[in-house]
T-cell receptor
């Protein structure tokens, strides 16, 4: 069974914020939450990661629920270049990454 | 520039043949990974390695084999035992430790003639 659950697709308007949800109810205390995005026929690109606290970087913000059973990737102002498949992933203590099926984000001009 | 190089980008195989996909990294990463991606699907782990001369099976290792003789290299062989090998194959590497991201190559697309 997948360790993470994400909606299959989401749509956003350009220049508006996007909140991409992820459920990981079986997360263990030492699992890190990673987010990647993938364009067609390319390898995934790292976006952001965190353990317990909310995180910000130049690409996005990551909001982690207090019980760590869910998280949200926030793109503050979506652009057309943000259209991609976004993966929420758990990384365990044994250096394994668990990919879900991802959310396809469509950005409308 | 440091990165991961996968070759070739496109590969064609005849039925019954083994074929080897190359993955090289110059990031000095200890861990390396092979994933398979089918159209419209997420990534599934085939094999991973955390140290030279050691590797572990992932979720879909049947019909595949790997070696890790050098830190920089982690080739994947798709054997004739893999009955449905047509897919997009991605190689990745990372520093050991949960707070370290993976870096991916650009992938190899394998097709059966």
């Amino acid at each position: 069974d997948a360790k993470t659950t994400q909606p299959n697709s989401m749509e956003s308007n350009e220049e508006e914020p996007v909140h991409l949800p992820c459920n990981h109810s079986t997360i263990s205390g030492t699992d890190y939450i990673h987010w990647y995005r993938q364009l067609p026929s390319q390898g995934p690109e790292y976006v952001i990661h965190g353990l317990t606290s909310n995180v910000n970087n130049r690409m996005a913000s990551l909001a982690i629920a207090e019980d760590r059973k869910s998280s949200t990737l926030i793109l503050h102002r979506a652009t057309l270049r943000d259209a991609a498949v976004y993966y929420c992933i758990l990384r365990d203590n044994f250096n394994k990454f668990y990919f879900g099926s991802g959310t396809k984000l469509n950005v409308k001009p | 520039d440091g990165g991961i190089t996968q070759s070739p980008k496109y590969l064609f195989r005849k039925e019954g043949q083994n074929v080897t996909l190359s993955c090289e990294q110059n990031l000095n990463h200890d861990a390396m990974y092979w994933y398979r991606q089918d159209p419209g699907q997420g990534l599934r782990l085939i094999y991973y390695s955390q140290i030279v001369n050691d590797f572990q099976k992932g979720d879909i290792a049947e019909g595949y084999s790997v070696s890790r003789e050098k830190k920089e290299s982690f080739p994947l062989t798709v054997t004739s035992a893999q009955k449905n090998p047509t897919a997009f194959y991605l190689c990745a590497s990372s520093i050991l430790g949960g707070n370290q991201p993976q870096h991916f190559g650009d992938g190899t697309r394998l097709s059966i003639l």
